[in-house]
Each structure stands twice: as structure tokens, then as C-alpha cells.
């Protein structure tokens, strides 16, 4: 294989209010051949999400923030295009966590095959609807506000991963 040309958005400087282009950097790699046991993976779908304005602070939070220099988080659908690992074949979908990047090498932890055939379908929304932020707005509403018939649920506006 030769070598890949990736593209990555990384985080430039901390944002002062509003983030700011120039708050973000692009830079332009390559990435090499996978060893055994690791996958090249491309990227088909980034979710833009709510939580990532906090990981570009400094503040403390849940999560760590992103350095300076570090190519920016986030949830991914991609494409295995290259593998030497025994569970993973070129074409095969997965949800990954490859961050603001065209590719990734992988060694296929924290990876989650999505199914071709029983869904999602399209397979994009595995990041949202069908993803962490559908859960979460599912497991909010049925298990810790558990409604009863009869009561009547006000959703103020679908705005957001999840909603609010």
C-alpha cells in the first residue's frame, strides 16, 4: 500500500468566546501501512456534538480537554480499507472514534461493527438517532423519567444531541 495522505483539523489555540477558525489548524500527514493487528480506517461520517465546545476549554470537566496541537475528538462512522486484524475486513463499517480526520489507524479497540444488513440504515445515523445521543434521549425519557399513561410529556424543542 502506499502511503495515505490524511487531512486532520487540530486544535490551534484556545478559544477566547465564540471559537474562531484560527482557533483550528489543518494538517496534512501520511499514514503508513498497518501493522499486524491494526486497520486503516476512513472516515465517511463525523458527528459535530454539544460536549465538544467543553473539550476545547481548559476547564475541568467529565473529560479530558484536547491539547493544543491534538487533532480535534469526536465519533465517527468509517470505512476499514486496509486490515491485518482478525476481526475486521476491508468494507467492513464501523463506529469509532477517529476524531476530525480523513483517516485512522486503529489496533480495532473501541471499535463497533455496525450491521450491513439490520441497520442502521443509513448507516450516518449510528451517530445520532440511532447512536449514543438516541439512547440517551431514550433511557432519559423511559427509565429515569419513566412516564405513566395518562401523563403528558412536553419535549420544549429537539434542539441539540439529544434535545433539551
Do not use: C
Request: proline share 6%.
Amino acid at each position: 500500500m502506499a502511503d495515505v495522505v490524511n487531512r486532520r483539523i487540530t486544535l490551534a489555540a484556545r478559544p477566547v468566546g465564540f471559537p474562531k477558525d484560527s482557533d483550528f489548524g489543518l494538517v496534512e500527514d501520511t499514514v503508513s501501512e498497518p501493522a499486524e493487528g491494526e486497520l486503516l480506517l476512513q472516515t465517511l461520517y463525523l458527528s459535530l456534538d454539544p460536549y465538544m465546545r467543553g473539550r476545547i476549554s481548559e476547564a475541568r470537566s467529565y473529560a479530558a480537554s484536547v491539547e493544543i496541537g491534538q487533532t480535534m475528538v469526536g465519533g465517527t462512522v468509517s470505512s476499514v480499507v486496509v486490515s491485518h486484524h482478525p476481526k475486521f475486513k476491508v468494507g467492513d463499517r464501523v463506529l469509532s472514534y477517529s476524531g476530525w480526520q480523513d483517516y485512522e489507524l486503529s489496533n480495532g479497540q473501541g471499535l463497533h461493527k455496525l450491521d450491513p444488513v439490520h441497520g442502521p440504515n443509513p448507516i450516518s445515523t449510528a451517530l445520532g438517532v440511532m447512536g449514543m445521543p438516541g439512547l440517551t434521549g431514550y433511557v432519559g425519557l423511559l427509565d429515569i423519567g419513566q412516564p405513566q399513561s395518562g401523563e403528558t410529556v412536553v419535549v420544549s424543542s429537539a434542539a441539540g444531541a439529544v434535545g433539551s
